[in-house]
């Protein structure tokens, strides 16, 4: 079984994330491996100790995203292919989804593993965007995925339990937290990894023109923005016997009630 791994370097969430002036993310901070991915690099590494074949792992960014993907080939995949090309950056989802969707042609996989969203965009779009260019399934949200053969499984989470849908591979799946625990790389991997293969793959390398990516081919435009204002001091509500009277009167000016 072929299996290619989305993954994704992004802002670390749990610095101060921002935008740039032109409306993009600035990824000039600290960044890192987008959590979610590393579940989804997790059940890939499990699917094939149990079906053989190869993880390969698949990210478009940067030159600094060349770190997102050794942290994640020393977890134990195979190798890696690295979209990049100075026109890229600034590119929508619909763009990001049609350079990822001609990478993958390249690689030819049974299945494509994905995080169910990545903690920069947040749009949970892009598994459906390349299941639909790719003329395959989306069997999305998984916390579980079972493969027979050509026949794949999954539990759908759902707020009130989950749903089981099948599809044949090829196939695109996205996976939540919820799906296993990821391993820790050991010594031996993070040393590995150094080793491990990375193609780099060019625009002109995916037959796709510069204008039709980054700022210039987006979708979508960022008109304005503005950093979130600081937090005021609260109201404070005196109880001199009408305090009961001026909470509520609070609360309905603010559209609370």
């Known amino acids: 079984m072929n299996i290619v791994v989305l993954v994704k370097q992004v802002p670390d969430s749990g610095g101060d994330r921002r935008l740039t002036a032109d409306g993009t993310t600035?990824?000039?901070?600290?960044?890192?491996?987008?959590?979610?991915?590393?579940?989804?690099?997790?059940e890939a590494l499990r699917l094939q100790a149990a079906h053989g074949g190869t993880v390969t792992l698949l990210t478009m960014g940067p030159e600094t995203a060349v770190e997102a993907l050794r942290k994640a080939l020393a977890m134990g995949p195979d190798a890696a292919v690295h979209v990049i090309d100075d026109a890229l950056p600034g590119s929508c989802a619909v763009a990001t989804s049609k350079v990822l969707a001609a990478a993958l042609r390249t690689l030819d996989a049974d299945l494509v593993i994905a995080g169910a969203e990545s903690t920069d965009g947040r749009v949970q779009v892009m598994p459906h965007m390349l299941a639909e260019r790719l003329g395959i399934a989306a069997l999305t949200g998984a916390?579980?995925?079972?493969?027979?053969?050509?026949?794949?499984?999954?539990?759908?989470?759902?707020?009130?339990?989950?749903?089981v849908v099948t599809a044949a591979t090829p196939a695109v799946v996205s996976v939540w937290d919820t799906i296993n625990?990821?391993?820790?790389?050991?010594?031996?991997?993070?040393?590995?990894?150094k080793k491990k293969p990375v193609r780099r793959l060019s625009l002109a390398d995916l037959g796709i023109a510069p204008g039709e990516v980054g700022v210039a081919g987006a979708s979508s435009e960022v008109l304005a923005h503005d950093r979130r204002p600081a937090r005021s001091a609260g109201a404070t509500v005196a109880d001199e016997g009408a305090g009961g009277v001026r909470l509520v009167e609070y609360l309905t000016a603010e559209k609370f009630v």
């Open 26 to 42: 600035d990824r000039s901070g600290g960044n890192v491996l987008n959590e979610m991915d590393e579940y989804a690099v997790e």
């Open 181 to 193: 625990d990821p391993r820790y790389p050991s010594f031996k991997g993070i040393m590995a990894a």
């Open 143 to 163: 916390r579980k995925v079972t493969v027979d053969g050509s026949a794949l499984t999954i539990e759908r989470q759902t707020d009130g339990g989950y749903e």
